[in-house]
Structures are given as structure tokens and as C-alpha cells.
């Protein structure tokens, strides 16, 4: 007898393929289950769609719910970008955090002060860049949750002690972020990454360089990492090249400003629009308004490379810096 199934059923069954959460999957069953024609010709789909169910209840009893750990790094990202600060124990993050942001967050002069993620605001010019300290790295001891935070960055900042041995530092968290598949470096790798690799820009921060030892340290450190990343030496403590560490997570987010205007007037220099490098004009016109980019008829452009108001297409690739007026 053929099952004469119901499109319903069959839109309830497109669903549970479709769900991803087993509360999900619970949901499109009970529909699937409640629609299914009750006649013989479906009795055994009815009986696999009951055990089916009773499958999901129990995986749903086992999985606890995110656990508080986890819900801990799941830090919303706020500004322009979120970039996340990583260093072994005592090294100076949440010293380097402070300052940076003037949140609070605790430093001590003993290992493991941070006990979970903490955001703040870093202002570089006129942008708002969000920095999340973070608790120490340790070696097979990762938090569930501190992963993904790390994957979800835009930048990470590598905190290491100069006075302390960085390149072992270096070795230990590069090791650990291996384990967890996670690959850190200035430029992105040409040849296409394994399935379940990401690739973070990172900026390594040698800190503490104002105690004696520092400059061996960071001797050792560039001599060992200075080919593959962007090193600056700072002192959190002492406030030392902090300007130059806001510079360089700018350059790093690959990101630009443009400013809008409107016809006869000067552009508010103070509300960038703030795009990936490579946007274009259409790109600006949408983050304006969704309607603006259907209607945009031509553009006008003043920045370096371009005579003033100069006439631009939509495709016209944009600049940091640029004035754009659009015309609709
Ligand atoms: N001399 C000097 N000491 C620093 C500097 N930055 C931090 N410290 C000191 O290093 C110690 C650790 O600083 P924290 O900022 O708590 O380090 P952390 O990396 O956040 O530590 P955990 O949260 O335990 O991982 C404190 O005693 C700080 O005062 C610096 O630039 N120079
Ligand atoms: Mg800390």
C-alpha cells in the first residue's frame, strides 16, 4: 500500500533534514509525526518515526545545556573589530588590557589572575575597537568556549613576557593553538588550508620591556619569529610604544574609512563608514542604506590618487581616507 504522504509532511521532513539543534529536529518530528496519514500503508515510517523521537529525547537529556564556562567566551563583538589579547601566565594582558582600554580587568604579580574573558573599548582615532582579555593559555588545559572565541577574532594580540624566556613562550602557545587547529601568522597561507583549519593574523607584543632583561628577550625573540610576524616591543606597565600596538591592530584588521557627504556640505569626519579593504563604492551605498545601492546612479570621490569630486562608477574600488558623495 504506497504511503500517499502529504506535502506537509514532506515540508515537515525537508525541516528535520534541515535542523541543526536537536530542539529543532524535536520540533519538525512532532509535526512530521502529527501529519503523517494513520493507515497501514505507513505504519512502519510511523514506528521509525516514534523510536526516532525517543532517540532525540534521551540525546537531548544527555547534552547539558552550554555550560556556564562556555557561555563565559562568548563574548559579543562590539566597534569596529574584536581582537583578542593570548599569553601564558603572568605575562602581562590584563596590564596591557587596561591601559588600552581603561576597563577594568585584575593584574596581580602572581600566574592565573584572569579567571574568564573580559571586554573593553580601544579607541584608535576615531573607531571603536573592542579587546578581550582573556585567562592564561595553559598547556592541555583549554576552556570549552576559549577555541571558538579565538576562531571568532578579527586579530589576536600574543602578550609575552620579554623577561621570560618569549620564545619558548612563543613555542608553548603556537603548539597549543596547533592542537586546536588553529594556525597564527601575518599573512594568510597561499595554498588552501585543511578543512577545520583557521588562519588568525596575529601581532606579537613583547612586554616588560623596560625591566634589564627585556632586550636579550627580544633579541632571541626576533632573531627566532621576526620572518613570519610583526613583533613590537612595549611596556604595558610603563605605557611604551601603546600608540604603535593601536596602530598596528588597525593595519592588521584590513580594514578602511570613508566618509559620506552630501552635496554642498563638508562630511562628518567623526562617522566613518568602515569597510573591508577592496570594498567599493556599492559596498559604501550599502552600508548606508540597502535601498541605496538598488538606486545609486554615480558617485563622486575626493582622496589621494583621484582629482576632486572626480565622477566614479559603482564597481570603483574605494580608498582609506576617501569623501564619497553618492548620487542616486
Ligand atoms: N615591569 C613590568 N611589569 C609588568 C608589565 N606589565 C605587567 N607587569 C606586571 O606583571 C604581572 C602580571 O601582570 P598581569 O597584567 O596580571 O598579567 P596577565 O598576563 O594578565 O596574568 P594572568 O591573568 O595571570 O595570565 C603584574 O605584577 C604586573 O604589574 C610591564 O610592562 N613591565
Ligand atoms: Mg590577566
Request: net charge positive; no cysteine; glycine share 6%.
Amino acid at each position: 500500500m504506497p504511503a500517499n504522504l502529504t506535502p506537509q509532511y514532506l515540508e515537515a521532513e525537508a525541516k528535520f533534514k534541515q535542523a541543526k539543534s536537536i530542539p529543532e529536529k524535536i520540533k519538525a518530528l512532532e509535526v512530521m509525526m502529527a501529519v503523517i496519514p494513520k493507515h497501514k500503508g505507513t505504519e512502519r515510517l510511523r514506528g521509525q518515526l516514534k523510536s526516532r523521537m525517543a532517540k532525540l529525547k534521551e540525546e537531548l537529556q544527555k547534552k547539558p545545556a552550554v555550560s556556564r564556562a562556555e557561555q563565559a567566551y562568548n563574548v559579543k563583538r562590539e566597534g569596529a573589530a574584536q581582537v583578542v589579547l593570548l599569553g601564558l601566565p603572568n605575562t602581562g594582558k590584563s596590564t596591557l588590557f587596561t591601559r588600552l582600554t581603561h576597563a577594568p580587568s585584575d593584574v596581580a604579580d602572581y600566574p592565573f589572575t584572569t579567571q574568564k574573558p573580559i571586554p573593553g573599548m580601544m579607541r584608535f582615532e576615531n573607531i571603536q575597537i573592542q579587546l578581550v582579555d582573556t585567562p592564561p593559555i595553559q598547556m592541555d588545559r583549554i576552556e570549552p568556549g576559549f577555541p571558538n572565541l579565538i576562531r571568532n577574532a578579527n586579530v589576536i594580540l600574543v602578550v609575552l613576557d620579554l623577561t621570560d624566556d618569549p620564545v619558548f613562550q612563543m613555542e608553548v602557545l603556537l603548539e597549543e593553538l596547533n592542537r586546536l587547529r588553529i594556525l597564527l601568522g601575518e599573512s594568510e597561507p597561499t595554498h588552501p588550508m585543511d578543512p577545520g583549519w583557521a588562519f588568525k593574523r596575529t601581532v606579537l607584543l613583547g612586554n616588560k620591556v623596560d625591566l634589564k632583561p627585556a632586550l636579550e628577550g627580544l633579541r632571541s625573540l626576533e632573531a627566532r619569529f621576526k620572518e613570519a610576524y610583526t613583533i613590537l616591543p612595549v611596556s604595558a606597565r610603563e605605557e611604551m610604544n601603546l600608540e604603535e600596538v593601536k596602530k598596528e591592530v588597525y593595519r592588521h584588521l584590513d580594514i578602511l574609512r570613508v566618509y559620506t557627504k552630501i552635496p554642498g556640505k563638508e562630511p562628518d569626519r567623526t562617522e566613518p563608514v568602515i569597510l573591508k579593504k577592496g570594498s567599493t563604492i556599492e559596498d559604501v551605498a550599502l552600508s548606508v542604506h540597502k535601498d541605496f545601492a538598488a538606486k545609486l546612479r554615480y558617485a563622486r570621490v575626493w582622496g589621494s590618487g583621484k582629482f576632486d569630486g572626480q565622477m566614479v562608477k559603482r564597481d570603483y574600488p574605494v580608498s582609506e581616507g576617501d569623501v564619497v558623495e553618492l548620487h542616486l
